[in-house]
């Protein structure tokens, strides 16, 4: 759903939604790391612990959303097949082989239990650096877009 932008207080009653909220894809997946919020979009990691209670296994899922919708990225943000570049290959096909539908992927699981990643800046701009160590004892390392350089500013729209 798009978001309903409005002034607050008080909120008209006609709005159905204020912001956004995002339901997790597995069952017993939650969310104890913290967020992290760069170039428009969300990093948040996931665990989705091991079914017995006895273990400390599991998997994670690094999930990156527009921070402003809640939504998929319009463009590939994450390098997924790994070569270092953020172009049409880091699509996902949620159609099928006959009607392909490409789209930008919203996140990815990973082995083991990952942890908050530290964002590095590229010299090149070509992009970000994210290193989150993990459960297994490895450090995983994820190309993500770059955040834009230059001046923010707004303006208040009467």
Known sequence: NPVEWTDVPPAPQDIEHMGWYFDFPGSRER???????????????TN?????????????????LNACTGGRMNYP????????????????????GANPVWVAPSGFKGAGMWYTPAII???????????S???????EKIKLK??????YYWREIN
Do not use: R
């Not at 270092?84 to 096909?93: I, K, P």
């Not at 160590?133 to 450090?139: K, R």
């Not at 770059?146 to 001046?151: C, F, L, N, S």
């Open 121 to 131: 800046s590229l010299l090149d701009k070509s992009g970000d650096l994210a290193f």
């Open 48 to 64: 989705l612990p091991d079914s017995s209670p006895c273990s400390s296994a599991g998997s994670s899922f690094m999930h990156v």
């Open 77 to 96: 943000a994450i390098d997924l097949n790994g070569d270092g570049l953020l172009n049409s290959d880091d699509l996902v096909n949620v159609g099928s």
């Open 146 to 151: 770059a955040d834009p350089v230059g001046m």
């Open 31 to 45: 969310a104890v790391q913290d967020v992290t919020i760069t170039g428009g979009y969300v990093i948040l990691i």
């Open 133 to 139: 160590s993990t459960s297994e004892g490895t450090i």
